[in-house]
T-cell receptor, first 114, second 113 residues
Framework: SQTIHQWPATLVQPVGSPLSLECTVEGTSNPNLYWYRQAAGRGLQLLFYSIGIDQISSEVPQNLSASRPQDRQFILSSKKLLLSDSGFYLC?????????????FGPGTRLTVL | GQQLNQSPQSMFIQEGEDVSMNCTSSSIFNTWLWYKQDPGEGPVLLIALYKAGELTSNGRLTAQFGITRKDSFLNISASIPSDVGIYFCAVPNSGGSNYKLTFGKGTLLTVNP
């Protein structure tokens, strides 16, 4: 079966510091990968998605970037964090083939920027 | 872009009561998904619907794919405290890409024991 991991689970960082959040998927190959941000426990905002190792699309212009160094690894980064980067970051995957429309989420990373 | 109207935004109910929530859109979809997010965790897929008129159950949860393909409903029977959380509906983006989902804004459910 497939599993998705995110770390760290929680992170407190000062304004202006760098960021690296990691997401890995097990039990599948060539997944589509996604980064979402959730503010105030409500709506899900898609930040980046990747349909292949060299294909990353950005949905919202911002202070963040994403990379996919391996097939099942997705990283969210920032060079200098802003207060507004605080939130709950969720990674998700979907499979190749006919059911690419169903996404499965990781446990999330709670980021607090002070 | 496409939008989903999810209602109600929040619900406060007593344990044992039944719950109904829905999502509507002006667009037609071939898939409706329902997720639940427990506090502090990632959303978990509850039910996936792939056919208009389809009625699918998962324990005390029942979801229906509206016959017009523009809406979907989720019902929870005999609610219990662990039903607390945010419930999201979602549909695949139209316009060529199945890679992305559009989510409703969520229904926050509180169950009083």
């Amino acid at each position: 079966s497939q599993t998705i991991h995110q770390w760290p689970a929680t992170l407190v960082q000062p304004v202006g510091s760098p960021l690296s959040l990691e997401c890995t998927v097990e039990g599948t190959s060539n997944p589509n990968l996604y980064w979402y941000r959730q503010a105030a426990g409500r709506g899900l905002q898609l930040l980046f998605y990747s349909i292949g190792i060299d294909q990353i699309s950005s949905e919202v212009p911002q202070n963040l970037s994403a990379s996919r160094p391996q097939d099942r690894q997705f990283i969210l980064s920032s060079k200098k964090l802003l207060l507004s980067d605080s939130g709950f970051y969720l990674c998700a995957w979907s499979g190749q083939g006919s059911r690419t429309d169903t996404q499965y989420f990781g446990p999330g990373t709670r980021l607090t920027v002070l | 872009g496409q939008q989903l109207n999810q209602s109600p935004q929040s619900m406060f109910i007593q344990e044992g009561e039944d719950v109904s929530m829905n999502c509507t859109s002006s667009s037609i979809f071939n898939t409706w998904l329902w997720y639940k997010q427990d506090p502090g965790e990632g959303p978990v897929l509850l039910i996936a619907l792939y056919k208009a008129g389809e009625l699918t159950s998962n324990g005390r949860l029942t979801a229906q794919f509206g016959i017009t393909r523009k809406d979907s409903f989720l019902n929870i029977s005999a609610s219990i405290p662990s039903d607390v959380g945010i419930y999201f509906c979602a549909v695949p983006n139209s316009g060529g890409s199945n890679y992305k989902l559009t989510f409703g804004k969520g229904t926050l459910l509180t169950v009083n024991p």
